[in-house]
């Protein structure tokens, strides 16, 4: 036996330096990345303005910015690690192209990102507040709010157009909404999921006008039954959510009025609302005479994640129909889950800290005769602004930088 250990530990040894040797080797190396963008069919690099091509390592949150070389190919030096690769342009007439995969680098690698056309839909997420704060520093308290605008130059019509949250929370393990290493090009709604009432022209929104949508349409900073912590004060929201139909602890203002629930789905919460952590949400419009009552009801629209062994069935929306969206992540870095193609969001946004009672603002493009022009590249880490004070209603004065 002592004669086998002499011979074995000595081997040990050897093959445990070298598994270490070639472990480091894998960490430290740097190595070059070499982007070529792929893009649809009738459009060249000649069209694209704004062009962003961001290298982020999926382990440590670091990003790198690549830069253009010869033949239209991006290129970026990186350390050795797991990478996504996120690609924003605009194309005239408020277009943009949007791409992003996942990229695995250990040594000098080539990779090409697939870019789409985003929809400009005029409708859009001007501020959402969803960090929240804590009651006596304590308790979670939810005084969301989620602003819409209406970006275009035409009147926009609120009618049934549905505003929900994505299934899924933010944590280690990725989105299950996966097809041949891809997202889905479906948005699966979870929670309460709502619409905006009317018969196609009752609520119109004009250009350079906003709504108000919130969890609760109270003054939640000075009410007795409300927070001396919060930020906001949201008795003249223009539209709350109310939820007393499935959970008789949520209170109502008659005074406001409320958003249509199409669908429940999951835990019976106490309000609609977004995670403190973060998540995907998105607004979208069905075809002109879609009963959405009924589409929500119908078995031919609902679906188990393919993932999971859960038998909860959860209301998918095509694509093709989400308006905006908006892809909100954990603080946590080891903890962000990517859940909306790039088509709708080709980044992620996130606060500084949680309970912080600040909010993400989209940053204001041009003003052009009065009216706000926000940017709307369809990646929000482009587009907004983090650790905002909370202006409901209230839209800036001048350009962000």
């Known amino acids: 036996m002592k004669k086998i250990l002499f011979y074995i530990l000595p081997l040990l040894a050897i093959l445990a330096v070298v598994s270490c040797s070639d472990d480091d080797e894998k960490v430290a190396k740097n190595a070059t990345l070499s982007i070529t963008l792929k893009f649809p069919e009738g459009y ?73 056309k985003g929809n400009f839909s005029g409708l859009i997420f001007k501020e959402i507040y969803y960090s929240k704060v804590k009651k006596n520093g304590k308790t979670p308290y939810n005084d969301e709010f989620y602003e819409l605008y209406n970006n275009s130059d035409e009147v926009v019509y609120l009618d049934n157009v549905i505003f929900g949250v994505l299934e899924g929370t933010q944590g280690i393990l990725p989105s299950g909404w996966m097809e041949n290493g891809e997202l889905m090009k479906i948005c699966a709604l979870t929670s309460y999921i709502t619409a905006f009432p009317g018969n196609g022209t009752d609520h119109p929104l004009q250009p350079g006008k906003s709504v108000v949508i919130a969890t609760k349409a109270m003054n939640h900073k000075d009410d007795p039954n409300g927070c001396p912590e919060s930020p906001v004060n949201l008795e003249n929201a223009d539209w709350e959510i109310y939820v007393g139909d499935y959970n008789q602890k949520d209170v109502d203002n008659p005074d406001v009025p409320n958003m249509n629930i199409i669908k429940q789905i999951g835990s019976v919460l106490v309000d609609f609302q977004v995670p403190y952590t973060g998540n995907a949400i998105i607004i979208a419009r069905l075809p002109q005479g879609t009963d959405l009552n009924a589409f929500a009801n119908d078995e031919s629209n609902l679906m188990t994640n393919p993932a999971s062994t859960a038998a909860t069935k959860y209301l998918i929306i095509p694509q093709e129909y989400v308006l905006d969206g908006v892809d909100i992540v954990n603080t946590n870095a080891s903890k962000r889950v990517k859940r909306l193609r790039p088509e709708i969001d080709a980044g992620t946004i996130h606060n500084t800290t949680d309970y912080c009672g600040l909010s993400i603002r989209r940053k204001v493009h041009e003003i052009k005769d009065g009216r706000v022009i926000y940017q709307d590249t369809n990646n929000s880490e482009n587009d907004f602004l983090i650790d905002q004070v909370p202006t409901p209603g209230i839209h800036p004065t001048s350009v962000d930088n």
């Open 44 to 116: 060249t690099s000649a069209d694209l303005s704004e062009t962003s091509v961001k290298v982020t390592n999926t382990q440590t949150s670091q990003t790198y910015d690549a830069t253009k070389g010869d033949n239209d190919k991006y290129s970026v030096v990186v350390p050795s690690g797991e990478y996504q690769i996120s690609v924003s342009g605009q194309l005239p007439g408020h277009i943009s192209l949007n791409g992003l995969t996942n990229v695995s680098v250990y040594a000098d690698t080539e990779a090409t990102v697939t870019l789409s």
